[in-house]
T-cell receptor, first 111, second 115 residues
Framework: AQSVTQLGSHVSVSEGALVLLRCNYS??????LFWYVQYPNQGLQLLLK??????LVKGINGFEAEFKKSETSFHLTKPSAHMSDAAEYFC?????????FGTGTSLTVIP | DAGITQSPRHKVTETGTPVTLRCHQT?????MYWYRQDPGHGLRLIHY???????DKGEVSDGYSVSRSKTEDFLLTLESATSSQTSVYFC??????????????FGPGTRLTVL
């Protein structure tokens, strides 16, 4: 069975602070992993993805994520939060035909 | 932005009535998906399509049917809407499967309220 767990449904950080959003997955086959961002009243847009190769993946808007197979994790980070980063973030895994999404983490950035 | 439109964008209907949501793409992508988004549940797959007339069920398919007669259009039908189907519905497309590294592109969503 495939599943994605996002720890922390709400995360608050101060502007300029490190952003860390956690994602753990379970998959019966080597997975492909994705992070999406959703701004209010919009659809999801891709931040970054891991397929094969380098385990540290860089995405848009200064975000990056590291695939750690031993920990079955794919945590999303950004060194310095900006007000525009306030949004909902979804981790997803796709081991086959379907995509499986986590329940999302809402990021609040405090000025 | 990927060319994906959804119609209608908002709909209010009554319990027991049929409802059809439309997803239209201009990208010529093979795969299309319908999700529903509910608080605390993230996105859950309803149905997906891997080609014209080829569809399969997702995690929460009960009460929903789909059709794809053309590459560009994927219709989601609620045969007899219930209040539990009040949700935000998203269409997504992808050129390749996730297991081949293909990412999904999402439409703007349809907010459906069933009274």
């Amino acid at each position: 069975a495939q599943s994605v767990t996002q720890l922390g449904s709400h995360v608050s950080v101060s502007e300029g602070a490190l952003v860390l959003l956690r994602c753990n997955y379970s998959s019966s086959v080597p997975p492909y992993l994705f992070w999406y961002v959703q701004y209010p009243n919009q659809g999801l847009q891709l931040l970054l993805k891991y397929t094969t190769g380098a385990t540290l993946v860089k995405g848009i808007n200064g975000f990056e994520a590291e695939f750690k197979k031993s920990e079955t994790s794919f945590h999303l980070t950004k060194p310095s939060a900006h007000m525009s980063d306030a949004a909902e973030y979804f981790c997803a895994v796709s081991p086959g035909n379907q995509f499986y999404f986590g329940t999302g983490t809402s990021l609040t950035v405090i000025p | 932005d990927a060319g994906i439109t959804q119609s209608p964008r908002h709909k209010v209907t009554e319990t027991g009535t049929p409802v059809t949501l439309r997803c239209h793409q201009t990208e010529n992508h093979r795969y299309m998906y319908w999700y529903r988004q509910d608080p605390g549940h993230g996105l859950r797959l309803i149905h997906y399509s891997y080609g014209v007339k080829d569809t399969d069920k997702g995690e929460v398919s009960d009460g929903y049917s789909v059709s794809r007669s053309k590459t560009e259009d994927f219709l989601l039908t609620l045969e007899s809407a219930t209040s539990s189907q009040t949700s935000v519905y998203f269409c997504a497309i992808s050129a390749t499967l996730g297991r081949r590294g293909g990412e999904q592109f999402f439409g703007p969503g349809t907010r459906l309220t069933v009274l």
